[in-house]
């Protein structure tokens, strides 16, 4: 094969893998995410003793084939990008790496079935693949909308920590051990399953004193959802009224997946990845 | 009888079962609408054991005479229409025949008690009579709003599924099968009880780290609950600050139901169907 | 007694009855307001197998003092006020009536402890004493929120009753009687039970299925919840940018309450009663 | 020692204890809180039987180190301050008082464990640390919005104690004991447990009319929740869009400790305390 010709297929390859405007592009995507997601649901499945005994062979078939899928495409990541190195030790680079390693490491290692679960982390790989487009602009916008409120949140969670060890030590005190409040810790579980109106159930106050302070917690509890909620609701409200000059506007970024170290996010005029300057595919080909 | 009078009675027929602008119409709806609550409330009540044996033959003769009547306004509604074919076709014409045919199919097969519960897609009917008034005006308003902010609320929820899954495949590692933990699916069907703060209690974590996991998950759910509160709030608000033009002031709006499909919604001054083109009753009639 | 010196004593009475502007007049609300507290306490101690027990003859004792205040109160209310028979049936005028009848009952009747419940209507009395002010305007302010709301509201729980039913049948298909779903009834409380995140765990579903389907249900449950949450908050947001002109300022108005029967909420320059026109006592006698 | 050496050590030794700006004072605080969480994760892990048991001794030791560098602390603050019983008798002085209390009386008194717990009042020592800064300026608008919604709040928490004795008490009446509503101080527990959404299932109800009557409690309570968080969301959004001219700009403020009564937030400018008049120190130093 010609220098020239290996270049070309290396190019149509790169369209395909990182691309996300041609047809074959979106194609690649869409058989990944279906993988993804059959590969996660194989995780949870296996996991029912029932479902291991009877089709545990169908799943080691469906396992490899799906392995071997995401081989391949590891093998052509690693070789079409011009660093490789920058792309093996990139966060999804190992992402990568870890969602193909368990099933090697079976062949050779007997008893190694607790690492199917590493596989999970190809639900990881999904982030990826929903490059930027209407539902990315949309999280964008809640984690914006929740991040411009991380302090008032923080001062709440701080809040909400001191209300539960305070609570949890009165209970352990009111009520002790025979109502299983058998220690502190105990109280303070039973203080964030109540406050946070859970209500398991398999701790509660027997005593009539500690039914009254369970009470008063609960309808603190209830109050206290509102000020999460007042926060994020004002947050996301003022955001809308006045949006930031400093806001992105999604309509102007291609999904586009930077070949070296897996951002997206790149400007349509983008020619290099904004955090480690590597070749962005769509656009050098054209 | 002649075509003459044949025709005036299909009128006057089409008045009362498709329009609402009349005593008569008025006085059909609302006898509708009882038989149709006290069919539901007969399909409720007879899969209780006790009410069954002691009342059940009460229960049989109402649900006759409910029978008898929707199954003339059936055959009626085919009458009129000048397409038989498209309103039993369409949407609400099925539903129309689904909620009469358990109760013939009983006379001729045995056994078919459990096809009774079909009967209960007569509460769909309901839609079709509760037509544009100040209640769906209000529903439309909600759905609008809900439809707004549908892209931030699929976001939403694509990250529910995913820490449910996570935190379920967490704890089933943690806790194991002696706290009830015995698969993935159970450890993520905990997580969605716990994450909801809905909490049975059915499972509930025993070891101290894992009690420790559910208290983060607890509060975290507490905090996320925030989340699309926020978001329908701030579109609820920003709908009332600025109601976008193309908003249908539903007083404009008449209750006609088109007799072929079922349609509702349409103009004061409309004469045919906007969905399938069918003449609009009270109009022709003027 | 002079006709003249009883007018004096009807009237100085008046001002302490159903004024607040008079030390007397204060002093006369709050202690029946610590008595009615003090005697809703003890119907709600009584109860206790144990209080009753121990402390039987001490409630009976609190019990009639209270009682005898109440009865003097009553007989006073019915001397001074110029129409007796509005007053005795008036809204509070049988309240007050039935706050003193279960204790005369039981003089003559034997068995009538079942009866004693009844004196906690005395718990609508409280309404009576805090009149307007500060709080009732708070009150004033949220009810004209919820009710602006009304419509859409109802369009909501007529959504989550649909919901319920339809929910609550489909587990009653799935999961069976072996669940504890025994009957339709069953069904549908065990749906309202997680679709508002409560979850008492008593009825849990324990097939793989049934539980898929109690996870959506709380994820919608937890989703809907945001559904009054924005109606409520948008309501009282635009209430608070767009007072309506109607609206009224609370400061405007003394916390008096007709002698007749027993609206509150007048105006200070009021010399009569908007709803019966019965003479305002405080404007009266300066 | 000199008197001037003496002046010059105590000028030193309060920049360090009250003081936030100086290297030396950072490292203090952050000393501090360190410290203090240690002592309550003690106090909090000591209540469980195994870990006193295995590690008892080591916590002995602990204990000690932190009693003894609190103890050093109090004298020094003792010694510094101009008037050392204002000191003494201010809330935190009493707090740091009653943490280095129980320890000592450890040393004398036999079986006072049970003291130990008070130890937990070291927590308040970790509000006067967190001194005026990012968090506690999101705190305080947090607290303000509360406090501007109080009445809202209060009328609502009124309502809410009214529903949960009149349901607590139809559900006494409806179930009775053998449902476990044993008296009506339990139906009300159940009541606050139910409408708050916690569920414990500990108290359940059994018959039909009583699961008819918990169901629409449910979904008042869904409903209910819409209102605390309407006000505080709007209250927070109202803040938000129109910032009062009475509020505190944070930035102007310095993290300053009074060292007599302990008040934190005095204007960067301050020299004096403006709760007890006693001196600033950085001020006093410069």
Redesign the interface.
């Known amino acids: 094969m010609s220098k020239e010709s290996v270049k070309k297929l290396k190019a149509r390859l790169s369209k395909t893998i990182f691309g996300v405007s041609t047809p074959a592009g979106k194609a690649f995507d869409i058989t990944l995410i279906i993988l993804i997601i059959l590969s ?1 649901l194989m ?3 296996e ?3 029932r479902y291991h005994k009877n089709y545990g062979d169908y799943f080691s078939v469906i396992e490899w084939i799906i392995t071997i899928f995401f081989t391949i495409e590891y093998i052509l990541r690693i070789w079409i990008v011009e660093r490789p190195s920058r792309y093996i030790f990139s966060f999804y680079g190992i992402i990568d790496f870890l969602s193909i390693l368990p099933s090697f490491l079976g062949l050779f290692i007997r008893g190694t079935q607790g690492l199917a ?1 590493i596989r ?1 982390v190809r ?1 990881l790989r999904i982030f990826r693949i929903l490059k930027l487009n ?6 964008t ?2 984690i914006r ?2 991040k411009a409120s991380t ?10 920590i ?1 209300a539960v ?2 609570i949890g ?1 009165l209970m ?2 009111i009520e002790g051990p025979e109502s299983g409040f ?5 109280g ?2 039973w203080a ?11 701790i ?1 106050p027997l005593t ?1 004193i500690g ?2 302070l ?2 008063v917690v ?2 603190l ?3 206290i ?14 955001k ?1 009224l006045n949006p930031s000059e400093g806001d992105i506007d999604s309509s102007e970024f291609e999904g586009r997946e930077c070949p070296e170290c897996g951002t997206v996010g790149h400007r349509k005029s983008a020619a290099y990845c904004y955090n480690c300057g590597g070749h962005l595919q769509d656009h050098l080909l054209d």
């Open positions: 996660i995780v949870i499945l996991s029912v003793p679960v999970g639900l209407r539902y990315t602009s949309a999280g916008f809640l909308a929740l302090s008032k949140i923080s001062v709440f969670l701080f809040a909400v001191m060890i305070i030590t352990y005190l058998t220690d502190i810790p105990t303070i579980y964030v399953v109540t406050l946070t109106t859970v209500g398991y159930g398999d509660s009539p039914q009254f369970a009470s609960m309808i509890g209830y109050g959802i509102a000020v999460p909620t007042g926060i994020v609701t004002s947050e996301i409200t003022m809308k």
